[in-house]
């Protein structure tokens, strides 16, 4: 078999190999991982960042775009370093070992390359988005005259420290933007998935980006600490604890559970066949993992029909081969945590007032061990009250509980929601909508929770995140 | 200064040690109350049943709660009647601490690790600097007396980490950061206004410390750490880095119960992981299975760490740490079993708040 590969700590640019590794197989090869400790990413951010911005700054943004473009095709179509020795890594070996790691099958491992190679090739349409047009040339100069104002953006902070989750591989299209914005990045990866930034790095790297302005530190809870506080602005994504932990530090973005939902509109609610396909794709699209899969559908009328049907629709997603180029479920890389959510949901449906309708239509149980993976098989709770401790809550799989609520109070019902796709035309409520301040994302129309429209910001604005707005008056002649 | 003897020798005095120990904890003129009566309703004497170090095996697993429900008071051996003690304290984040009390062991064991170490490692005559857990700690007593046996005076920087693991606790991470920038601040203080040569502090709070300044330029020539984990990318990234690769590092494994156990110099083929070695006879580690404690480990298994100190003025047979360690043979420098990279015990499958200050 192969020799193994061993993937580095960037220490902003310089590969280091740890004494601490964490060691994955896939196919016989081993893949050993550098652990990052705690001490050593702080002393670094400390000692480099200045360097990795002054790097960044010495390339005009125009050339970074252009870079930013160039990459994204070495990243869908490259061979790119493995890790710190000369084997290189085909997209076929990045997605079979993304799959070996995360559990996501071939067909979406290439589906969240196309998100990735999507987001970087369309750099210059995201940044117009963020900025609301404003020309590149912002960043080289600080100032740009727009309107025969002159209008100043500085940055808030030399880096952006970055948390990413195992999940899903797509999430990291949301920090490539800052790169190009001339702010370096580091970067803890998730523990299952360490292939998908460093593969991207890689790209970036030989698409013409100074190594410099890439710190990849995987780490311990330590360590995700060590990036988050040492650097002057971060993202950090995770679970409800996540939220709770960081959410007092202003620096940090904090993204939790999604809690995403598809509404049905008075308007629509009685013709809820129509609309069948892009619930599913709402729920079950890559996996039902990201947390902008919907995890409750409400509508005002016909909740009991419409649920049968999308548990029959749902129940036929089945558990496939990884290489299955139809496979839609995800295996889970820990089968405990499989096992743990199967049970939770178990105890949660004692709770009177729920009903697992895919129960009835899914050839086997909800947690099934196939094709050498365990899945969890997509499920559908049909709930009487918003209350139920299943109506709101999301797992890591193609996951919804349906609920019957009047369109008058979806708004109030729905709490904190990263994406909402509303499917109505009704002016009033949609300007309600607009004005609700618990959807981060809304879609009004009949479009699933996943769409992606490139010039709209994806969990906040990273440039007024990054960036910030100075009154500039007076003679600027020597600018 | 290494031990000179060879294995079985090390051995023989051990079990020549334990006779002594024992006849010394259970006889009426020199034992303290808490073992003499324990005697009494043990069923068995100990004065005749122990004749080396393995017969302690028919001692339980000392239970470390009696130190905190019992009266110190219970605990003085007669010989050392009327003689004021100190008392020393451990845990107590909340409620009350587990207490031992002492005289000289803290001297006798800190005077041993000085001795080891010769002059130069730590210059003799240097000023040292604590910076860590003072208050009701043996160490805080220790460390000043190794300064002071060394020809040296000592500063102090206290950190609690009582309150440290109470405001991580309540959730109150930022305070907890606060908290431990104020004892950074006050050690580079010290540090940059005196003439600090030699350092005691936590592993953490080295790096922190080093983070502020460059402690090669500051003057130190050596540290001497101890307190949490050490992992092997841990000690070369302190190695390496924070202390340059120019200050001598000397981490240790200890507690109030044992006293310290020194780390064997590090060899290339070590690669930086640590292995500690007890003050024996004065305590023993043992790596014990976790689910058969009465079993010792394989040399390179990990077990749970069970200690047994015996010393004329504390007897602690048996106990049950909470940390486990690789169990590695003996060495050069000691001709007794060394416990390698401690880590809590279960650290792989529990939360533990550890390595907070």
């Not at chain 1, 050339?63 to 290189?88: I, T, V, Y």
């Not at chain 1, 709209?456 to 007076?474: D, S, T, V, W």
């Not at chain 2, 003057?219 to 001598?248: D, S």
Request: hydrophobic share 40%; charged share 25%.
């Amino acid at each position: 078999m192969s020799s193994s590969i061993h993937i580095p700590v960037l220490r902003l640019g310089r590969p280091y190999e740890s004494l601490d590794q964490v060691r994955f197989n896939v196919d016989g090869r081993e893949i050993a991982v550098s652990m990052a400790n705690s001490g050593l990413i702080r002393r670094d951010l400390q000692q480099g960042l200045a360097r990795a911005a002054e790097s960044l700054q010495a390339i005009p943004c125009a050339k970074l775009a252009d870079a930013c473009e160039h990459a994204a095709e070495l990243f869908l179509r490259g061979n790119l370093p493995w890790g710190d020795g000369d084997q290189l890594q085909s997209p076929h070996d990045y997605v079979v070992a993304l799959s070996q790691l995360t559990g996501l099958p071939h067909a979406l491992g290439h589906q969240n390359m196309g998100k990735v190679h999507a987001a970087m090739a369309n750099i210059r349409a995201i940044l117009a988005g963020l900025t609301r047009g404003m020309p590149l040339e912002l960043f080289d100069r600080g100032f740009i005259r727009q309107d025969g104002i002159d209008v100043n953006f500085f940055p808030q902070t030399g880096s952006l420290g970055v948390l990413l989750p195992s999940n899903s591989p797509g999430v990291n299209s949301l920090w490539l933007p800052a790169l190009v914005m001339k702010i370096p990045v580091v970067l803890k990866p998730g523990r299952e998935d360490p292939l998908t930034p460093f593969r991207i790095v890689q790209a970036m790297i030989a698409a013409g980006f100074p190594r410099e302005a890439f710190g990849f530190y995987p780490a311990g809870h330590d360590g995700g600490d060590a990036v988050l506080f040492g650097t002057g602005r971060a993202i950090a994504f995770g679970s409800d604890a996540t939220v709770r932990r960081y959410s007092p530090f202003r620096n940090i973005q904090v993204h939790g559970s999604g809690r995403s939902k598809v509404l049905l509109g008075d308007d629509h609610a009685d013709h809820w066949e129509r609309h069948l396909d892009i619930i599913v794709q709402s729920i079950a699209s890559n996996g039902g993992r990201s947390c902008i899969n919907a995890s409750a559908v409400l509508t005002p009328r016909h909740r009991d029909q419409l649920a049968d049907a999308l548990a029959r629709r749902m129940a036929a997603i089945v558990p496939r081969p990884r290489d299955d180029k139809d496979a839609l479920l995800c295996g889970f890389a820990n089968p405990a945590m499989a096992k743990g959510i199967d049970e939770r949901i178990d105890e949660l449906l004692q709770t009177p007032g729920a009903e697992d309708i895919t129960a009835r239509y899914r050839q086997g149980p909800r947690l099934i061990d196939k094709f050498g993976q365990t899945f969890l098989q997509p499920t559908l709770i049909s709930c009487t009250d918003p209350e139920h401790p299943l109506a709101n809550t999301e797992f890591m799989f193609p996951f919804a509980s349906i609920l019957e609520v009047p369109q008058s109070r979806m708004i109030d019902t729905i709490g904190e929601s990263l994406v909402v796709s509303a499917v109505t035309a009704d002016h009033a409520w949609t300007l309600d909508l607009m004005a609700s301040t618990n959807i981060e994302r809304l879609n009004i129309g009949p479009y699933p929770t996943n769409r992606v429209q490139w010039e709209q910001p994806h969990e906040g604005n990273m440039f007024e995140f990054l960036y910030r707005r100075r009154a500039l008056q007076g003679d600027l002649a020597a600018v | 200064m290494s031990c000179k003897l060879t294995t079985p020798e090390a051995q023989a005095a051990l079990d020549a040690w334990t006779r002594e120990m024992i006849a010394w904890h259970f006889s009426p003129a020199t034992g303290c109350d808490y073992w003499l009566k324990w005697a009494e309703q043990a069923g068995w004497n100990p004065l005749k049943e122990i004749t080396c170090f393995n017969d302690l095996m028919r001692f339980d697993h000392f239970d470390d709660e009696v130190l905190r429900k019992e009266q110190p008071e219970r605990f003085v051996p007669k010989a050392y009647a009327g003689r004021p003690y100190n008392v020393f304290e451990t845990g107590g984040t909340t409620g009350m601490p587990k207490q031992r009390i002492g005289w000289d062991d803290y001297k006798v064991d800190y005077e041993e690790f000085s001795d080891h170490y010769g002059p130069d490692f730590f210059p003799k005559g240097g000023n040292w600097l604590m910076v860590g857990p003072t208050g009701p700690r043996r160490l805080r007593l220790a460390i000043e007396h190794l300064a002071n046996y060394r020809g040296g005076s000592c500063y102090f920087v206290d950190l609690d980490p009582r309150w440290v693991k109470r405001l991580i606790g309540m959730g109150e991470g930022a305070m907890a950061r606060k908290y431990q920038e104020h004892v950074i601040d006050q050690a580079a203080t010290i540090i940059r206004h005196r003439n600090i040569q030699c350092m005691f502090t936590t592993p953490r709070l080295l790096e922190n410390l080093a983070e502020r300044m460059s402690l090669v330029k500051a003057g130190l020539k050596a540290v001497f750490a101890g307190g949490t984990t050490m992992t092997p990318q841990y000690v070369r990234f302190v190695v390496e880095e924070v202390l340059e690769g120019k200050i001598n590092f000397a981490p240790t494994y200890g507690n109030t119960l044992m006293g310290l156990a020194i780390s064997r110099k590090l060899k290339p083929e070590d690669n930086y992981s640590l292995t500690y070695y007890a003050p024996q006879p004065r305590a023993v580690l043992r790596i014990v299975n976790p689910d058969q404690p009465d079993k010792v480990m394989p040399y390179g298994e990990y077990g749970r760490v069970e200690l047994t100190t015996m010393t004329r003025e504390f007897f602690v047979p048996r106990f049950l740490e909470r940390d486990e360690a690789i169990r590695r043979p003996p060495c050069d420098e000691f001709p007794w079993d060394g416990v390698g990279d401690v880590r809590p015990f279960q650290s792989l499958t529990k939360t533990i708040i550890e390595g907070v200050y």
